[in-house]
T-cell receptor
Framework: EAAVTQSPRNKVAVTGGKVTLSCNQT?????MYWYRQDTGHGLRLIHY???????EKGDIPDGYKASRPSQENFSLILELATPSQTSVYFC????????????FGSGTRLLVI | QQKVQQSPESLIVPEGGMASLNCTSS?????YFWWYRQHSGKSPKMLM?????GEKEEGRFTVHLNKASLHTSLHIRDSQPSDSALYLC???????????FGSGTQLTVMP
């Protein structure tokens, strides 16, 4: 079964520290996405990618970088973590198309103290 | 203003009742809509997608789309307590494939 795996599942980071969230997909999907979810905001798009080597800014990219070194892997990097980045982060993958089932990982719960 | 607006924010229906959820995009380039369901503490799972005008039915779930108004609605008949979840609407255009979500509707089905 196609899968999207995120790591770590939980992370506590200190303010000003660097945090890397990882995502691996076995779907061979071209498109990958990073979202954060906070109460009352649904899922907000941070960065996305069309394939290896590509990254695009979503709606809320400030304070985040993304890296897509391969078809399977897509990372989200917080160079200088702040408490406002405390959230649940979801990675998703999918192919372009109306019938695409965008598959989500289980999420990473990040607490910045 | 969010590009994808959902209403209502929360909805309570009795078991066996009909739940109706709404979603509108303010981006005229949007071509496709999806509905996702997210149970508490879990990741979103796709329910249905729609990209043509009209109606699509799968079991107890029916989705409508009006492309002219960029409005879609999800209707759940014979609602069950297990349907209690956050329902998320997503939209994308074939030009960019940015998958944008609304804030969701929190549905509670009372036994």
């Amino acid at each position: 079964e196609a899968a999207v795996t995120q790591s770590p599942r939980n992370k506590v980071a200190v303010t000003g520290g660097k945090v890397t969230l990882s995502c691996n997909q076995t779907n061979n999907h071209n498109n990958m996405y990073w979202y954060r979810q906070d109460t009352g905001h649904g899922l907000r798009l941070i960065h996305y990618s069309y394939g290896a080597g590509s990254t695009e800014k979503g709606d809320i990219p400030d304070g985040y970088k993304a890296s897509r070194p391969s078809q399977e892997n897509f990372s989200l990097i917080l160079e200088l973590a702040t408490p406002s980045q405390t959230s649940v982060y979801f990675c998703a993958s999918g192919d372009a198309g109306a019938n695409s089932d965008y598959t989500f990982g289980s999420g990473t719960r990040l607490l910045v103290i | 203003q969010q590009k994808v607006q959902q209403s209502p924010e929360s909805l309570i229906v009795p078991e066996g009742g009909m739940a109706s959820l709404n979603c509108t995009s303010s981006d005229r380039n949007v071509d496709y809509f999806w509905w996702y369901r997210q149970h508490s503490g879990k990741s979103p799972k796709m329910l249905m997608s729609i990209f043509s005008n009209g109606e699509k039915e799968e079991g107890r779930f029916t989705v409508h789309l009006n492309k002219a108004s960029l409005h879609t609605s999800l209707h759940i008949r014979d609602s069950q307590p297990s349907d209690s979840a956050l329902y998320l609407c997503a939209a994308a255009s074939s030009g960019s494939w940015q998958l944008i979500f609304g804030s969701g509707t929190q549905l509670t089905v009372m036994p």
